[in-house]
């Protein structure tokens, strides 16, 4: 299978570097801004395309490695190319469906490939990204074919229905960006006691990290530390009567999936009263 890529980007740079180390026929790069598509064609050793015609033409299947605002943009360009029939068309968004080319005027098969991956720099994020989680979404006919491609070139992949793909990427935003977002809650705690922005970090920074580490070696479960996971009521009390308004109910729903998690981690304890304590305080944000 020819693969080419439309758009000249962190993640196009990454893929097709990664595919054609692994053996399989890149056959190049179109983008919009000719000198992107040049760069990335001399990174991977493939072909610079002047028109996304003649990529399309040389290509069994082509990948849209462009922003999710553009990907209807960009395919309303080429779907009426009669080189694009019975053609393998994806793109990489996390939260777009392969849906956004059911409207093709010419039969082709739609898919979406996403990569669970941090690709920070585009001349060099291929060199682990073996690390990625690959889910592919989209029409029968190639899904096994395309997740085969992945796999064996030593991806982890599988493939998601397209009606939970919505709901898939808000599980990634949540195990990424929003951790972020939890971190940012834990420094404006900090500092309402007192300390500046710099010491907060400093104070927090390496447990974070610590546990971010603790939970990738050691698994979720593994990691559970806390008054959570000692069924620590009066401690778990103490913070719901203290911490600010705005903080509370996030730190109630982030104890409530802590607590399923001490739950498997301590079979024999009887988390009742800890239950009881965090749906009645759920109950009074209400």
């Known amino acids: 299978m020819r693969i080419g890529f439309i758009g000249a980007g962190r993640v196009g740079y990454t893929m097709g570097k990664f595919l054609k180390l692994h053996d399989y026929e890149v056959s190049g790069y179109y983008s919009r801004t000719s000198e992107h598509a040049k760069d990335a064609a001399a990174f991977t050793d493939t072909v610079y395309y002047e028109d996304a015609r003649e990529l399309i033409k040389t290509?069994?299947?082509?990948?849209?490695?462009?922003?999710?605002?553009?990907?209807?943009k960009v395919f309303d360009e080429i779907k009426n190319y009669p080189e694009i029939e019975g053609k393998i068309v994806c793109h990489t968004s996390g939260s777009v469906s392969s849906q956004v080319f059911d409207e093709s005027p010419i039969p082709i098969f739609g898919y979406?490939?996403?990569?669970?991956?941090?690709?920070?720099?585009?001349?060099?994020?291929?060199?682990?990204?073996?690390?990625?989680?690959?889910?592919?979404?989209?029409?029968?006919?190639?899904?096994?074919?395309?997740?085969?491609?992945?796999?064996?070139a030593g991806i982890k992949t599988g493939t998601l229905k397209t009606e939970d793909k919505s709901k898939y990427h808000a599980s990634c935003v949540m195990a990424s960006n929003l951790v972020c977002g939890i971190?940012?809650?834990?420094i404006e705690m900090m500092k309402s006691c007192g300390f500046d922005f710099e010491t907060s970090?400093?104070?927090?920074?390496?447990?974070?990290?610590?546990?971010?580490?603790?939970?990738?070696?050691?698994?979720?479960?593994?990691?559970?530390?806390?008054?959570?996971?000692?069924?620590?009521?009066?401690?778990?009390?103490?913070?719901?009567?203290?911490?600010?308004?705005?903080?509370?109910?996030?730190?109630?729903?982030?104890?409530?999936?802590?607590?399923?998690?001490?739950?498997?981690?301590?079979?024999?304890?009887d988390y009742s009263e800890m239950a009881?304590?965090?749906e009645s305080a759920s109950l009074s944000e209400k």
């Open 201 to 269: 970090n400093e104070m927090l920074i390496g447990l974070f990290r610590d546990n971010a580490m603790g939970i990738a070696d050691k698994g979720l479960v593994n990691q559970l530390t806390g008054p959570i996971d000692r069924n620590d009521v009066v401690t778990v009390r103490s913070h719901l009567n203290t911490i600010p308004e705005e903080m509370k109910t996030l730190y109630i729903e982030a104890s409530k999936h802590a607590l399923e998690i001490a739950k498997i981690k301590n079979a024999d304890n």
């Open 183 to 186: 971190y940012g809650a834990a």
């Open 59 to 72: 290509s069994d299947a082509i990948i849209l490695t462009v922003s999710d605002s553009v990907i209807s």
């Open 276 to 278: 009881l304590l965090l």
């Open 112 to 152: 979406s490939i996403h990569p669970i991956y941090a690709i920070s720099d585009k001349y060099a994020s291929y060199k682990n990204f073996s690390n990625a989680f690959i889910t592919i979404e989209g029409h029968e006919k190639y899904l096994s074919e395309l997740v085969g491609i992945f796999s064996h």
